[in-house]
Each structure stands twice: as C-alpha cells, then as structure tokens.
C-alpha cells in the first residue's frame, strides 16, 4: 500500500486542520488505517485509527474529543479532523495502514506515508 498524505501546515491554536492521505496498491478497505504522530526529540505516538469499514474508531487520550478520523472507502482516503488543535500537537503526523487495526496502535504498521509537518502556534 502506497500512502501519500497532505495538508499540514501552520495552524493557530484553537483552528481547525485536517489532513488527508491517499491510498493506493491494494484493496483499501482490506486494511485498517490510523495516525500517529512524533515530535522533535519526542517518541512516536499513536494519534487515532479506525476499522476496515470505518465504524469504529480509536483514540489516543491526548487528542479524545478533539480529533476526528474518517474514512471513505469509494475514494480510497482517511482524514484526520484536527479540532481545537493545540500548540503541543506540533508535530510530523503520518498516515498507516495494516490488516490488523492493533499494529497501528502498537506503532508497527505494515505501511506509513511520509509525513505531514503540523505546527500550531499559541
């Protein structure tokens, strides 16, 4: 699975963001996708996954309630919808998949994009 995401940038605290990534090389709504995210000099951290069919999903404590992913299986594409984002979510977010939703919170998915540079400023 290729994965190719977008829409980083340079957001203030408290506007919305959101980032998409696009799939493609295998059967997308085979895989299970997710989010994680790492900072500089920080360890990566799961942000956010969600099931094959995109009825569940999965967050991090840190971002609950203020983060949204979706998914659109038609179009091959995940999003993350950054609400009320906040400066100590700067970071470089990447999109993954995998068969198994639990790899991608356990940060070992098959297949991540390049990142996405998400700066927030206070």
């Known amino acids: 699975v290729q994965l190719q995401a977008s829409g980083g940038g340079l957001a203030q605290a408290g506007a919305s963001l959101r980032l998409s990534c696009a799939a493609s090389g295998r059967t997308f709504s085979n895989y299970a996708m997710g989010w994680f995210r790492q900072a500089p000099g920080k360890e990566r951290e799961f942000v956010g996954a969600?099931?094959?069919?995109?009825?569940?999903?999965y967050y991090a404590d840190s971002v609950k309630g203020r983060f949204t992913i979706s998914r659109d299986n038609a179009k091959n594409m995940v999003y993350l919808q950054m609400d009320s984002p906040k400066p100590e979510d700067t970071a470089v977010y990447y999109c993954a998949a995998d068969q198994k939703l639990h790899n991608i919170v356990i940060l070992t998915p098959e297949y991540r994009g390049q990142g996405t540079q998400v700066t927030v400023s206070s």
């Open positions: 969600t099931n094959r069919g995109g009825s569940s999903t």
